[in-house]
């Protein structure tokens, strides 16, 4: 089945730029959405973006200006950076894929297992 | 944005027993769009619910869901040890935005 992994470094320094790759196995990424959420410690979930297969994306707005999605189909990847970030950026990372059914229902599912970013000098 | 509110925060329950969380949405949400996700700790969400009462693949009959509008319940009719965790509720809305409630924690009483 699908799998997703993501991967990047651990620790990031204040004011640099987080950046991730989530690598898609056990599936094609095309025809598929694909979305980056973010949990900081002890707190709840927060979508980031998403991107499709085509190179489309949408942010959330809260995070629009900072953020930018990208997608490698040749590599079965897509990836994720986050620039100017602070303290309040560290945050386990998942992506996930968004699925879509002939009725219009959606979900996300795969996840990866989530990699913790800390931000901090 | 479509703002989730989940309630309670926390439900302290025992096994056996049945559970029932609640999503309420500051606006109108498509059934289509509303998921639920079981979160155990160290390990990412797990989907559970979506299309607000449709159960997804290898998830047991004792889990469901339902509503509409801005309302919706999931619940888990007996609970076994493995269903104490966080539940979250995930919308899809206007502009093409998801959003999450902030979680109702089951724990055992």
């Known amino acids: 089945q699908v799998q997703l992994q993501e991967s990047g470094p651990g620790l990031v320094k204040p004011s640099e730029t987080l950046s991730l790759t989530c690598t898609v196995s056990?599936?094609?990424?095309?025809?598929?959405?694909w979305s980056w959420i973010r949990q900081p410690p002890g707190k709840g979930l927060e979508w980031i973006g998403y991107i499709y297969y085509s190179g489309s994306t949408n942010y959330n707005p809260s995070l629009k200006s900072r953020v930018t999605i990208s997608v490698d189909t040749s590599k079965n990847q897509f990836s994720l950076k986050l620039s100017s970030v602070t303290a309040a950026d560290t945050a386990v990372y998942y992506c996930a894929r968004d699925n879509w059914n002939d009725v219009g229902e959606n979900w996300f599912d795969p996840w990866g297992q989530g990699t913790l970013v800390t931000v901090s000098s | 944005e479509i703002v989730l509110t989940q309630s309670p925060g926390t439900l302290s329950l025992s096994p056996g027993e049945r559970a029932t969380l609640s999503c309420r949405a500051s606006?109108?949400?498509?059934?289509?769009?509303l998921a639920w996700y079981q979160q155990k700790p160290g390990q990412a969400p797990r989907l559970l619910i979506y299309?607000?009462?449709s159960r997804a693949t290898g998830i047991p009959d004792r889990f469901s869901g339902s509503g509409s509008g801005t309302d919706f319940t999931l619940t888990i009719s007996r609970l076994e040890p493995e269903d104490f965790a966080v539940y979250y509720c995930?919308?899809?809305?206007?502009?093409?935005?998801?959003?999450f409630g902030q979680g109702t924690k089951l724990e055992i009483k």
């Open positions: 056990g599936g094609s990424i095309s025809s598929y959405y």
């Open positions: 995930q919308q899809y809305g206007s502009s093409h935005m998801y959003t």
């Open positions: 299309g607000a009462s």
């Open positions: 606006q109108s949400v498509s059934s289509s769009f």
